[in-house]
């Protein structure tokens, strides 16, 4: 198993460098919640891990591999998963297309759906023949994570996935993803707004501002205090 290094990672759109020095390890299985205010970069540092921004100076492992030198594709290979804000699913195919398509990061080029997604997320089952276009919005975010999953990640990088979702699908949701990282061993990197959500779910957090990282820890150490200086508005 493959830990994640973040040396003094500096990140660009064009000239500008939105992530200026972060540094973190996420060891293997470990849950890693990013906290912040609108606007500092929580997205771009997500986006830079998967080689999505312009450009990365410093240094970022996964293992023995150098993921700078690596293309998006080549690091979801490796068995890092991103699931972007907003659920970019494929509206004209089915669920069941959409999870098959997660299927070709894999290696071992295995192209069926598992089983636990479905118990997971019973109402992808139901819904297999469907569009995906045709779910509601929290339908189609467990949809995005299934179609990661089938790739058989060991890493699992999401973007607010509750943010803009119903309430009864917030809780499932929220639910999977402990489980996933509780059970199934999956290191997680998680973007959150919701703060009681992140402290019962992470093992350790950082709290990012303009591109760097003010306060980290344990998830014990997100207390009030921190959230009233770091992330109140
Ligand atoms: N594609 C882009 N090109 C240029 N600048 C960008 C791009 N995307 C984001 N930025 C800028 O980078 C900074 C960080 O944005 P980012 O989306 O990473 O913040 P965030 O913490 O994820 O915010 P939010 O919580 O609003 O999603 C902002 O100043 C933003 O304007």
Redesign the pocket.
């Known amino acids: 198993m493959e830990t994640m290094r973040a040396q003094e990672l500096h990140s660009f759109?064009?000239k500008?460098p939105?992530i200026q020095g972060v540094s973190f390890d996420l060891e293997p299985g470990e849950f890693l919640a990013l906290l912040?205010?609108?606007?500092?970069?929580?997205?771009?540092?997500l986006?830079s891990l998967m080689g999505l921004?312009d450009g990365c100076t410093g240094g970022l492992v996964f293992g023995e591999s150098n993921l700078l030198s690596l293309s998006t594709s080549q690091r979801a290979k490796l068995g890092i998963a991103y699931i972007p804000?907003g659920r970019e699913i494929i509206p004209g195919f089915t669920v069941r297309e959409n999870i098959l398509m997660g299927t070709f990061a894999r290696v071992d080029g295995r192209r069926e759906i598992p089983e636990y997604l479905f118990e997971m997320f019973p109402i992808l089952r139901e819904f297999i023949g469907r569009k995906g276009g045709d779910l509601s919005g929290g339908q189609q975010q467990q949809l995005a994570i299934a179609r990661a999953l089938a790739m058989d990640p060991k890493i699992l990088i999401l973007?607010?996935p509750t943010e803009g979702i119903q309430p009864n699908i917030v809780k499932q949701i929220e639910e999977a993803i402990i489980r996933l990282n509780r059970e199934r061993g999956l290191g997680i990197i998680l973007?959150e707004?919701n703060v009681p959500f992140a402290r019962r779910a992470c093992d350790r957090f950082m709290v990012?501002d303009k591109?760097r990282v003010v306060v980290s820890g344990h998830s014990k150490d997100l207390t009030d205090s921190v959230v009233e200086k770091h992330l109140t508005f």
Not at 36 to 45: A, D, E, F, Q, Y
């Open positions: 759109y064009g500008s939105v912040g205010r609108n606007g500092v970069g929580k997205t771009t540092l986006k921004t804000q973007d607010e973007v707004q990012l591109g």
